[in-house]
């Protein structure tokens, strides 16, 4: 089975503090995403990777950036959160070549920003 | 992109069957996406539709209408740990090829 995990499920930071998320995946997938969800908005794409070292932005990419220096690690990077970014975010992988390229998910990391 | 719709929320019976819809829009569909997400969870796949047509997987049952834009996810024979949010994500064949999620329905099971 494919196995996503991420660094932290709770985490509490402080306004202009510098958070970074992590996120694994076991599967040699090439692609990598990072998602917040928020009540009533769904999943909304931040930013995603298609291959190491390789970034492309998302629907929603202002405030943070990335890192993918390892094809199984996708760093998610908060330069000074604020707390209109308090959300629950979401790491997931996916194979490319494959028609459906089913989006395997993390357990998700919810953040808190006072 | 797409302009994708579902229903909030919705109730249903234990036993009985329910139908979720979900409507899109979109310039040039290249694939249709069923998650479920449980409370505090990621979500999980459940179906995938890209030809017109109902894919039956178990209880799980997907529908596709390309012409209409529509589809809908059909869960026979509920139980009470199917009370979830079930995702809608539609794919288009323009820029990234990657999956725009719906809000996603929230279904409630009860006895």
């Known amino acids: 089975d494919v196995k996503v995990t991420q660094s932290s499920r709770y985490l509490v930071k402080r306004t202009g503090e510098k958070v970074f998320l992590e996120c694994v995946q076991d599967m040699d997938h090439e692609n990598m995403f990072w998602y917040r969800q928020d009540p009533g908005l769904g999943l909304r794409l931040i930013y995603f990777?298609?291959?190491?070292?390789?970034?492309e932005k998302g629907d929603i990419p202002e405030g943070y950036s990335v890192s993918r220096e390892k094809k199984e690690r996708f760093s998610l990077i908060l330069e000074s959160a604020s707390t209109n970014q308090t959300s629950m975010y979401l790491c997931?992988?996916?194979?490319?070549?494959?028609?459906?390229?089913?989006?395997?998910f993390g357990p998700g990391t919810r953040l808190l920003v006072l | 992109g797409q302009n994708i719709d579902q229903p909030t929320e919705m109730t249903a019976t234990e036993g009985a069957i329910v139908q979720i819809n979900c409507t899109y829009q979109?310039?040039?569909?290249?694939?249709l996406f069923w998650y479920q997400q449980h409370a505090g969870e990621a979500p999980t796949f459940l179906s995938y539709n890209v030809l017109d047509g109902l894919e039956e997987k178990g209880r799980f049952s997907s529908f596709l209408s390309r012409s209409k834009g529509y589809s809908y996810l059909l869960l026979k024979e509920l139980q009470m740990k199917d009370s979830a949010s079930y995702l809608c994500?539609?794919?288009?064949?323009?820029?990234?090829?990657?999956?725009?999620f719906g809000r996603g329905t929230s279904l409630i099971v009860h006895p």
């Open positions: 990777s298609y291959d190491v070292k390789m970034k």
């Open positions: 979109t310039s040039g569909f290249n694939g």
């Open positions: 997931a992988s996916s194979l490319s070549g494959q028609e459906r390229e089913t989006q395997y």
């Open positions: 994500a539609v794919r288009d064949t323009g820029g990234s090829y990657i999956p725009t």
